[in-house]
């Protein structure tokens, strides 16, 4: 088969919404390492690989939201769709505790190949998908509720914003009139990343967004993937309806 390096889904929806999903798949493509990075299958299935359920969440939202959906077909270990060409993560080479054998010696050569198989064909036709005036940018991701060494993690939804905060302070708001969750802003990461997903495709033109993190022992199966997709939409569109965008 062909390798691809993205998926898009309902490339011809029509409403305002255009679903992201980065960190989608743990793929490491045939042509890289001859498509095994070296480490083992538990590794390759945790959270340092992709973002555990997020790509099955993204896809229900874009049915349900009626929006395009694109997501990258490659693992973060691979080289981190999510990061500016110039950062230091763009190419792990240890992540929470576990060495990257395949990335153990990727030289400047290895990372301009990858940025040239993956990273660049998911963030052109990204650009493209993003280029409708009226856009609204919403970018799933999901975290692991504990790090190595670290003590478990009280969200179960985080949102992270820029400077621009149009849509996601009533995006932050609706989470937290929900009693039931614990909500973090700008948790459990940053969302100021010069150079990553957002700060490239909305920030650099001002289109509204926010980046979604769910906690991924929530989504771990249909039924969760399922229930915060619903959860999610109406959410969603109050929060626009509140921003007046």
Known sequence: MTYT???????????RWLITCD???????????????????EDMERHIAYDVGAYEVSRLLGEMLEAPVIA???????????????????????YDGSIIPGNRHADAAERERRLNMCYRPYHNAL????????????????FTRQLRGWEPRPWHVGVLHTADRRFSDPLIARLQAERDL???????????LPGDAIDTHCTAFGRPNAL???????????????AWAERLVPILQGALVDSGL
């Open 72 to 94: 990258a077909n490659f693992s973060r270990l691979v080289i981190d769709p999510n990061r500016g060409e110039d950062d230091p993560t763009l190419l792990m080479k240890l």
């Open 23 to 41: 960190h989608a798949t743990n793929t490491v493509p045939p042509d890289i390492c001859g498509g095994d990075l070296g480490l083992a299958r």
């Open 5 to 15: 390096p993205f998926f898009i889904h309902g490339e011809d929806r029509r409403s």
């Open 182 to 192: 614990c909500v973090g802003v700008n948790q459990p990461y940053t969302g100021v």
């Open 212 to 226: 979604i993190e769910l906690r991924n022992d929530l989504i771990g199966d249909h039924a969760g993937q399922h």
């Open 127 to 142: 650009a493209q998908l993003a280029s409708p005036p009226g856009v609204v940018l919403v970018s799933m991701h999901s």
